[in-house]
């Protein structure tokens, strides 16, 4: 079978201009884990049920399984990679950390991408906010309580920083 | 098996003309493709045929939502995140919204579209049947100009639709609702979020002097196509509500709809379920 051509496009990824070359159909997911070597980024069910996947594509939560390539053309990308200031973690990541909000991992990364959105729009979230916020990552071994634990933590320093 | 990725071309035009213009030279040829998330599901499972897609996501005209007095206009690349934002969405057509979170999770709201949604044609959809609830009309356009159709009857089998080969959705019109009347929309899945519903039911209803005035009933999951229940709907018009209207409102409306059992749920669930949503909507005008 004949093959299509790859195309060539820019983006930035985690703040840093990339220029990509991928088949316009290959996943996002696998540009980001195969081609730019960030592997934090995890696969988990491939098609938009886990959450697992999830990255930032100009600043709204998407799953990159789902994602084409080529629509990435000229997108800001952030990844799991972006979220932590060099060895500094971010006040979400060192929550998951204290708090034992992760436990195999799979679904970690996603997580704090979508737990970030969360206390962007909702700085004093509900714990249905929390909930909603987290419905569309699934994780299958903490039963959820600490990853909503350390959620509600994370706001909790963060509202001490400020 | 997951398709293989390198068999499927897709270009990504900037603009509407760009687009038609690719529909019309090479009739047949292109499929359309939005947000994916209905697309990209099918290629994981190695069920999307080898194709060549058009990408519409950089298509600005295909954006944006508009409002007179009368009516709102939704780009047809409107996201479900876009209308959960949009304040005058939430006011006057909070059955949009409602369908709208509970769709997939957060991240598709982002991808997924009121476009893209139609013409997936899934009689599962979570939009169309508070779209036909609303009365939506379409806008189809073509390098032949544009036309607006009612989007009832617009879906005619599984998966079917009177759309032509160089023709594409671009807008999606609702005309603002009576605002004395009673929004309902009930989503019945396995859980809030990720699930495809099991039966879905969306209706809007307008009493006067005790009798129905208006009501449009529409529901997904039960026919080949996400179905407007017009027998229902012309029995229960100028009736006063009581339980005998009801039973024999929910006797026609189960001779309407068609619910087959698949992975989701059993062809009698979503009847008798069904038949509930209906008594449900009706006692809360």
């Known amino acids: 079978m004949v093959s299509v051509a790859k195309v060539n496009f820019d983006c930035t990824i985690n703040g840093e201009k990339k220029t990509i070359s991928a088949y316009p159909m290959a996943r996002l997911l696998d540009v980001i884990r195969e081609d730019c070597e960030l592997t934090g980024t995890k696969e988990g069910c491939g098609e938009g049920e886990c959450g697992a996947c999830t990255i930032m594509i100009d600043g709204e939560l998407v799953n990159s399984c789902l994602v084409p390539a080529l629509q990435a053309d000229g997108a800001e990308i952030k990844t799991i990679e972006g979220v932590a200031t060099g060895e500094q973690l971010h006040v979400v990541q060192e929550s998951f950390v204290v708090n034992n909000g992760a436990q195999c991992g799979i679904c970690t990364p996603g997580m704090i991408m979508a737990a970030l959105k969360l206390l962007e729009e909702h700085p004093d979230p509900s714990p249905d906010d929390i909930r909603h916020g987290l419905a569309g990552n699934l994780c299958r071994c903490t039963g959820y309580m600490k990853i909503f634990e350390s959620v509600l933590a994370a706001c909790q320093s963060m509202k001490q920083e400020v | ?285």
């Open chain 2, 1 to 285: 098996m997951r398709s293989d990725v390198t068999q499927y071309e897709m270009v990504a035009p900037k603009s509407l003309d760009e687009v038609l213009a690719n529909l019309s030279s090479e009739p047949g040829k292109w499929t359309l493709f939005a947000g994916g998330t209905d697309l990209m599901v099918l290629m994981e499972s190695g069920k999307l045929a080898p194709k060549n897609f058009l990408s519409l996501w950089g298509v600005k005209e295909l954006k944006g939502i508009s409002y007179t007095d009368d009516s709102m206009t939704f780009g047809a690349l409107t996201t479900y995140g876009e209308l959960q934002r949009h304040s005058k969405v939430r006011e006057y057509f909070p059955m949009l919204i409602q369908a709208a979170k509970e769709t997939g999770g957060l991240a598709i709201q982002n991808r997924g579209t009121l476009g893209g949604n139609i013409a997936n044609a899934s009689p599962a959809a979570d939009s169309p049947p508070g779209l036909l609830v609303y009365d939506a009309e379409l806008e189809l356009t073509s390098v032949d100009g544009s036309r607006w159709v009612p989007y009832d009857g617009f879906h005619t089998g599984y998966k079917q639709m009177k759309l032509g080969e160089a023709e594409l959705i671009t807008k999606i019109r609702v005309p603002r609702p009576d605002p004395k009347g009673v929004h309902y929309f009930k989503k019945v899945g396995t859980r809030r979020a990720q699930a495809i519903s099991k039966i879905v039911l969306a209706g809007f209803g307008l009493m006067n002097e005790g009798a129905v005035k208006t009501v449009r009933i529409a529901v997904g999951s039960v026919a080949a196509i996400t179905l407007r229940c017009h027998k229902t709907e012309a029995f229960l018009t100028g009736k006063s509500l009581n339980d005998s209207v009801i039973a024999e409102a929910s006797e026609i409306f189960g001779g309407e709809i068609t619910p087959i059992d698949d992975v989701r749920s059993t062809g009698r669930y979503r009847r008798q379920v069904g038949k509930n949503l209906l008594k449900d909507f009706l006692e809360s005008l």
